[in-house]
Nanobody
């Protein structure tokens, strides 16, 4: 069992930056691949960024490549999302998610396969 708690959301002007963090409780954090997803009002949840258990592999949605950076600290059981050059279309609730990967060097991008979810943190980007 893994519990995830996101923090760091808020209101920011376009062009600004935010750093989201996700703290995990439970055992074997390093056995999980992690990801950030987001859901805007009236839209389906979409993949934003993912990272393998070792942080050796990362993937990003095309819409955030070059602006967002995902990282993890297995010693501290945390995963972060650094968001720069924010745009109004980045406005959404951002969710941290984990999926058991048994230390396979793989990044999961499909929200349907994720095992655990946080409750989300709201990011609002004003124009």
């Amino acid at each position: 069992q893994v519990q995830l708690v996101e923090s760091g959301g808020g209101l920011v002007q376009a062009g600004g930056s935010l750093r989201l963090s996700c703290a995990a409780s439970g055992r074997s954090f390093s056995n999980y691949a992690l990801g950030w997803f987001r859901q805007a009002p009236g839209k389906t949840r979409q993949f934003v960024a993912g990272i393998s258990w070792s942080a050796g592999s990362t993937r990003y949605a095309d819409s955030v490549k070059g602006r967002f950076t995902i990282s993890r600290d297995n010693a501290r059981n945390t995963v972060s999302l650094e968001m720069n050059s924010l745009k109004p279309e980045d406005t959404a609730v951002y969710y941290c998610a984990a999926v058991w990967s048994a230390r396979a060097e793989y990044v999961f991008t499909n929200y349907n396969v994720m095992d655990y979810w946080g409750k989300g943190t709201l990011v609002t980007v004003s124009s």
